[in-house]
């Protein structure tokens, strides 16, 4: 089992660039989110999904969009990047009321 | 709306001391609390996670306690080590997902 797998790890993006950070998990897990860590701030909640097909917004989604088209899968897309979206990103997944398991994280620049 | 404490925000001990972090939590109609360890510039590692009809949970070093009636949570860790310089995050698990603390940085000196 890999767990969760988040690519890229790293990534500098121009202001007004867009891209695509991607997620996977191969526990077979239900439930998916992506967070958001800032220095001193703890990690925020952008968006989760319940299930294939379904998603929605956490605490901070504005300047973000995601898909869950497989359970598999969850792609957080960022269009016209700004400074304020430069952090560290976490995908996470979970099973009912388990314990979540967390990728790696994608540390991510825009200048 | 669910929000997560913790106490203290830094922590440094030296080696060999048991120690004590809190967590405390606004709502506690909580569905399980979860305890992870992040060492710099890595992701978050789970440590215990502790159902809401628990008291209690163990692992190793480590013991983690809920007392939902009153929003808190403690994590115990004994003898400690350098290696256990970390930051030490709580999360809460409710009807909406995990809600963090903004964790405890602790160091541990030899």
């Known amino acids: 089992n890999a767990g969760v797998t988040q690519t890229p790890k790293f990534r500098i993006l121009k202001i007004g660039q867009s891209m695509t950070l991607q997620c996977t998990q191969d526990m077979n897990h239900n439930y998916m989110y992506w967070y958001r860590q800032d220095p001193g701030m703890g990690l925020k909640l952008i968006y989760y999904?319940?299930?294939?097909?379904?998603?929605d917004k956490g605490e901070v989604p504005n300047g973000y969009n995601v898909s869950r088209s497989t359970t598999e899968d969850f792609p957080l897309r960022l269009e016209l990047a700004a400074p304020s979206q430069t952090s560290v990103y976490f995908c996470?997944?979970?099973?009912?009321?388990?314990?979540?398991?967390f990728g790696s994280g994608t540390r991510l620049t825009v200048v | 709306k669910q929000e997560v404490t913790q106490i203290p925000a830094a922590l440094s001990v030296p080696e060999g001391e048991n120690l004590v972090l809190n967590c405390s939590f606004t709502?506690?109609?909580?569905?399980?609390l979860q305890w992870f360890r992040q060492d710099p510039g890595k992701g978050l590692t789970s440590l215990l996670l502790?159902?809401?009809?628990?008291r209690e949970q163990t692992s190793g070093r480590l013991n983690a306690s809920l007392d939902k009636s009153s929003g808190r949570s403690t994590l115990y860790i004994a003898a400690s080590q350098p290696g256990d310089s970390a930051t030490y995050l709580c999360a809460a698990r409710g009807n909406t997902p995990l809600v963090f603390g903004k964790g405890t940085r602790l160091s541990v000196i030899a």
């Open positions: 996470a997944s979970s099973y009912g009321t388990d314990g979540y398991t």
């Open positions: 999904s319940v299930g294939a097909g379904i998603t």
């Open positions: 709502d506690s109609a909580i569905y399980n």
């Open positions: 502790i159902q809401s009809s628990q």
